[in-house]
C-alpha cells in the first residue's frame, strides 16, 4: 500500500461531527464558562493590585509602629480595614503575591473568622488557608480553625471556592459552605484519593481524575441513576420546585402570602406572567385573613414581571421536559450563571443535572451532581442527587465513594429514593 | 416634522466589514473578548471535533467535553500565541495535549482494554463494491487506535489534516526531526497491520 492509498484510507475514517444544536449548546456553555473566568480576571486587574498593595503597606506601617508588641518571625498580623474586619481576632497574614503576573493581596487565615467585602472597592484580595482558596468579588464571612477552612456564607457578590483542589464552587449570595458535620465530602475526598492510590500506581495529577470512569458510567451508570432518580421528579420534586419558584415569585410582589400553602403552582409561563391578571396572588386554600383588603383594592398588586434568569430557567426546565437537552442546557447554564437567587440556581442545577445524565454527559452530570450537594447541602433532593451519584460510583467500582451517598439518601423522604438507596447499600454490601 | 417629497441624498451601501482574522480574535480573547472566542469557536469547532474524535478514540460525549477543554484552554492561553504558526495549528496542538491527558486516565481505567467491542460499529448495510473499502477503513481505525498517542497525533495531522510538517511540529511543542519520525513510525504500523489483516 503506497502512501496516497493509506492517507486516502484515511480520510474516510468516521469522524464525530455535534449536531447544529449540540454545538450551539456547547458554545453556550463554553461563553458561560469563559464568564465566570473573566469575572475571577477582572477582580485582579493590576492598578487595583497595585492599590491593594500600597493600602497593604500603609497599614502595615502604622500598624507596626502603633503596637507595643513585636510581630512574631513567621506570622505577621496586620490591623484589620474596612475591606477585612474580624470580629473575634481571627489569625491572619496578609502579604502580596504575585498571580498571573499581577500583584494580589492574599490573606492567609490561620484561625478564627474573617468578615471580606471587596464588592464595593473592588478590592482585590483572596483568603487562602491550609486547604482552601477563596475568591472573587463579593462580601463573605469566612470561618477557620486548625488552618483549615470550616465555613464560609456570602453576603453578596459571587465567591469561587477551592477545596482540597477539587473543581472550583460557585457561591451566589445566601449561599454557604460548611465542613460536613458528617464528614461526607472529607470521606469522599478521603477514599477517592486511597482508591486511586492502590488501583492505578501511574497516576498523573489530580486534574484527570475528573475525566475518570466517563466511558463506562456513560453506558450503564447514568441509565441507571436516570431510571432511579428523574422519573420521580417529574412528579413530586416538580412540585417541591414549583412551591418555591411560586413562593419567589409572591415575595418579589411583595404579596403576603400564607407559607402554609403547598399547593402546586405550575412554574412561570412568560406570556401569561405579564399579564395582570396572573400576577394576582396565588389562590390558596386558607386565604390570608390579615391582608389589608381595602389596601388592595386602593393599590393594585404589582406584576411579579419574571426576571430573565426566571425566564431563562423556565425555558430550560420546559425543553428538559420535552427531551431537548441541548437547549435545556443552553437555559439552565445562562440561569445558573446570572441569578443571585439560591432557590433558582438550586433548581436550576437539579435540573442541569438531570439533562447531562439524559442525555447520557456522564463525567459532566457526575461534576454538577457533587457541585450540587456540596453547594445545597439542605436542599429536599439532595438526597435523591446522592443516591444518582451513588449508583454512577457504584459503576465505576468506587464502592467507598457510594457508601455515604447511599446512607444519605437512605434517609431521604420519597419512598422511591430510599428504596434506591437502600438497593445500592445492598449493591456495595455483596 | 419632515418636509413632505424631500429624499435623502442617495448613500452607496457600505461595504461589509472585512471579517477579524484569527490572530486579530486572539489577540481580542487575550483581553477580555468574549464575543471573539465565540467566533473562534465557530471557525474551528468542526474541524476540531473531527480532529479529536480520531485521535481521541471515544464515544461522542467525551469528544464533545475535550472540545469544550481545549476551547477554554485556548481562551486562558490566546495572550500566549505569538503567531509562529497558524491559529489552527496552534488550536490543534492544545487538542492533542488535553486529549493527551484524557486518554492517559482512559488507559488506565480500561487498561484491559478491549478496544474492537469500544468501537462504534459500522452500518452492516453497505454497497457491495463499498465493502472492501470499509472492511480496510475499520481495520485501519483499530490500527490507529494501536498506536501511540504521539504516532496518532502526528499522523492525524500531516495524513489526515493535511497540515504541514512545520506547522504540525510547532502545533505540539516538537522539533521537525522528531515530528517526522513519530509520522514515519506511525505509517509503518499502520501499512504494516493492514497488510497483516490485523484486527
Redesign the interface.
Known sequence: MDLEELKSLAKQLPEHQPTEDGAQALRDTLLAAVNKEQIRKRVFSPWLAAAAVAAAAAIAFFAGSRSASSPTADSITVAASPVLTSPDGAQFDRHSIEVDGKNVEEVRLHGGSLRVATEETQHPLRVVTKNALLQGTSSFSVEATEDELRAVHVQSGRLQVVIDNQPPIVLGPGESWVKPETQLIELAVRAESDQEGTAESDQEGTAESDQEGTAESDQEGTAESDQEGTPESDQERTADATVKATNRTVAAAKIKQNETVKKPMPRFSPGASLEPESAAPVETENPVEDTDSSEQAEEPEAAPIPSTTELAFDAGYRAVKRGDYAQGLRQLALAIAETDDTDLRADARYWRIVALARSGRATLAQRAMQEFLQVHKADSRGGEVATMLGWIYVEQGKTALARPLFEKGSTDASLRVRDSAQAGLETITK | MRAPGKLLAFRRPAEPPTPLSDEALLAACAV?E?AA??TI??RH??PL??F???IAC????????L??CT??EV??SASRFHGKGTVRSWIFGIGANVSR??I???V???FAMDDLS?R?Q?DVARPDDNVA?AQ??DK??AA?ERLTHDQRVA??LC??EDMSGVDAARAIGVRQGTLWRRLHDA?KR??ND??AGVR
Open positions: 477580555g468574549q472566542l465565540g469557536y465557530d469547532h468542526r471535533f473531527r479529536i474524535s480520531r471515544g464515544p461522542g460525549s467525551d469528544v464533545e467535553d472540545v469544550q476551547f477554554i481562551w486562558k491527558h484524557y492517559r486516565s482512559e488506565r481505567r480500561r469500544e462504534p459500522r473499502t480496510m477503513v485501519l481505525s490507529l499522523f492525524v495524513d489526515i505509517r499502520l501499512r493492514l497488510e
